[in-house]
């Protein structure tokens, strides 16, 4: 899919790219190759796709399509702007995990729920934005794996090697989430990649951010960014640091980023909180309480 492919998202395993062939493109006159990973692709405008050795079937945005590795196929403009398509690519170890490995190797589809489709454009835009907007690669790296989850449809296998269920493994399980908090805590300040942390604990990426949310009910990057949030409070009220220092001391992007955050989980900005801790309050107007929910 080269020339005309823009890559939004690397990650370990795996890519979010956007496609692009306009009407007249080369392209649409010679066989195309979908290479040697996996790929989920999301259909924008109707076309018209042709599979060696397969029917003829029409893509469009109701529905997901499964390209095994070296598909080969033929594409037919249904619509005037061409073919403009989202796409996951992943490969052949993380296929295994999301339960397609093993499926018959040829272009397959299905329905594709109107949510899951918005939450896919949502993740692209974010990625394709300014940098300020995407502030960090974990929080990027665990929406696409959440994505890659609902695309396939698949109900989660467990962990091969690990322990089956019963007390032992709810104490292992435990026990990796521990450690996955303490990773994130010695990170408090670091850009963060989700590879990263479940390196340290020998996980793959996939199942250790699904693990994580089931017992925390939390993302990794939400639990971080609550710990930036919490650690940085004392410090935000009492305006020592400027909030610029402060943004950099917690791996905020920017001051701007940090003080959004902070408006977003406690419900007042900064500034608002150093204010009142400089004003005597009167018995006519107490201090307000902070909202944390």
Not at 13 to 32: I, K, M, T
Not at 177 to 203: F, G, M
């Amino acid at each position: 899919m080269d020339g005309t492919v823009r890559i939004l998202s690397d990650g370990p395993g795996y890519r979010l790219g956007a496609f692009r062939c306009r009407p007249g493109h080369p392209r649409w006159r010679e066989e195309n190759w979908i290479g040697l990973d996996w790929h989920v692709v999301l259909p924008g405008p109707a076309v018209w796709i042709q599979p060696a050795c397969q029917d003829l079937l029409l893509a469009t945005a109701n529905e997901v399509l499964y390209y095994p590795p070296d598909t080969h196929y033929r594409r037919r403009l249904a619509a005037p702007s061409g073919d403009r398509c989202l796409f996951v690519a992943f490969d052949d170890a993380l296929a295994g995990e999301l339960g397609l490995r093993g499926v018959p190797g040829r272009l397959r589809r299905s329905a594709l729920a109107a949510h899951t489709y918005a939450t896919a454009h949502q993740l692209a835009r974010t990625l394709d934005g300014p940098d300020d907007r995407k502030s960090e690669d974990l929080p990027a790296d665990e929406r696409l794996l959440d994505l890659l989850h609902r695309l396939a449809g698949r109900r989660l296998p467990r962990p091969a090697g690990r322990p089956g269920s019963g007390p032992d493994s709810a104490v292992h399980y435990r026990g990796v989430i521990e450690q996955v908090k303490y990773e994130l805590a010695r990170r408090i300040a670091e850009p963060v990649r989700l590879a990263e942390i479940a390196a340290a604990v020998n996980y793959s990426p996939y199942h250790l951010a699904r693990l994580f949310r089931a017992h925390t009910g939390m993302s990794m990057h939400g639990y971080l960014k609550q710990l930036r949030l919490r650690e940085s409070l004392d410090a935000a009220v009492d305006g020592r640091p400027s909030l610029a220092e402060l943004a950099n001391a917690y791996g905020f992007a920017s001051h701007s980023h940090y003080t959004q955050t902070f408006r977003q989980v406690f419900g007042v900005p900064p500034t608002a909180l150093r204010s009142r801790r400089h004003t005597r309050p009167s018995s006519a107007q107490p201090e307000a309480a902070l909202e944390t929910t």
